[in-house]
């Protein structure tokens, strides 16, 4: 799991706890494009779009008590090209919740047993990825030593190569699997454009992983 991420988060609720006053830190969810506490749904509330204290819905695997409606899409056209060493799999767990929101099919605002109206592609059409995943950085596949010896131009997982802190396997991927949020920080705790989890600047998030 993502051990800087979830320090961070921790760190950010804590001070938020500790002052007594919503989260007012730059780098935060509030006020980012996943605040949708403007919603009428979320009463005013930014978690519970994604996530209930309560009644969650335990059955995608990893799902941190999932509170939106998951995708029905049982069949993305997946990433495919003659030189990819990697086995991409239909989106799992993690990555599904993204999806859930991302890929069209399901209502923003379907959360908490409400069925919703608006889909993504009315708020930012760029942010509608569709099924067809063909044309997106592959996800969902086991990134590991094995994979970056095969593949000759990737740094190895488990050495300490990023600006976070820790290894790759450590800060990026989710039990080895690469998934939207090995490059994303969904709660925008670092604050860097397009919630990226590393800024992408002289493209340091790709040269993070790709040995080019
Ligand atoms: C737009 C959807 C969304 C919103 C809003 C959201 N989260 Fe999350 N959250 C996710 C997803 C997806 C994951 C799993 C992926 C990950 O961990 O990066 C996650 C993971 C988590 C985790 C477990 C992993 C970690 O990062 O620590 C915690 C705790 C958490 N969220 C708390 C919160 C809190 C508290 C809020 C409100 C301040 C919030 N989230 C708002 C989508 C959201
Ligand atoms: C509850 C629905 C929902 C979920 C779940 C969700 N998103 Fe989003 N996301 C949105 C919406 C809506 C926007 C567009 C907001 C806007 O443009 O005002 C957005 C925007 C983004 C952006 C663009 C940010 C920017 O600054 O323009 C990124 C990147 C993103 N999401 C990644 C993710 C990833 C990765 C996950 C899963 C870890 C995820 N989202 C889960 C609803 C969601
Ligand atoms: C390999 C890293 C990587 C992975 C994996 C990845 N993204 Fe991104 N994403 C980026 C980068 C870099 C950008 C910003 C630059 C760009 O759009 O080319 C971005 C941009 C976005 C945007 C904003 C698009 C726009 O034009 O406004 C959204 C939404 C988004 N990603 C969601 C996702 C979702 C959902 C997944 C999983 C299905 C995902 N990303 C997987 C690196 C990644
Ligand atoms: C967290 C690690 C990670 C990050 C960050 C990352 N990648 Fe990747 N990327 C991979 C892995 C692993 C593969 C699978 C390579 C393979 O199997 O051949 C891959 C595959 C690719 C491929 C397809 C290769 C092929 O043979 O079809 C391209 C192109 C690519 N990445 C470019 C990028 C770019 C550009 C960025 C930055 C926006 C980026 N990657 C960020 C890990 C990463």
Redesign the pocket.
Same mark, same amino acid.
């Given at each position: 799991m993502r051990r800087q991420h979830l320090t961070q988060l921790i760190g950010t609720l804590a001070a938020a706890v500790v002052i007594g006053l919503p989260t007012l830190a730059s780098a935060a969810i509030t006020g980012s494009a996943h605040d949708l506490s403007g919603g009428a749904l979320s009463g005013g509330e930014i978690c519970n779009v994604c996530h209930t204290p309560h009644n969650a819905d335990a059955t995608v695997s990893d799902a941190p008590l999932w509170n939106h409606e998951v995708t029905a899409t049982a069949a993305f056209t997946l990433y495919s090209s003659t030189t990819l060493d990697a086995t991409v799999g239909q989106?799992s767990g993690v $990555?599904k919740l #993204? &999806?859930s929101c991302?890929d069209g099919t399901v209502a923003v605002d379907a959360f908490g047993g409400a069925a919703g109206t608006t889909l993504i592609g009315a708020i =930012?059409a760029?942010?509608d990825?569709g099924t067809d &995943?063909s044309n997106?950085?592959p996800?969902s596949f086991t990134y590991n030593t094995a994979l970056s010896t095969t593949d000759g131009e990737l740094f190895d997982p488990s050495v300490d190569t990023t600006s976070l802190g820790g290894t790759i396997a450590v800060d990026m991927l989710f039990s080895d699997n690469?998934? #939207?949020a $090995? #490059?994303?920080d969904v709660h925008n705790a670092l604050g860097n454009a =397009?919630l &990226?989890l590393i800024d =992408?600047t002289g493209s340091a &998030? #790709?040269l993070t992983c790709h040995d080019k």
């Open positions: 989106p $990555s #993204c &999806l991302h =930012n760029a942010a990825f &995943l997106d950085h996800i690469m998934e #939207c $090995s #490059c994303h =397009n &990226l =992408n &998030l #790709c």
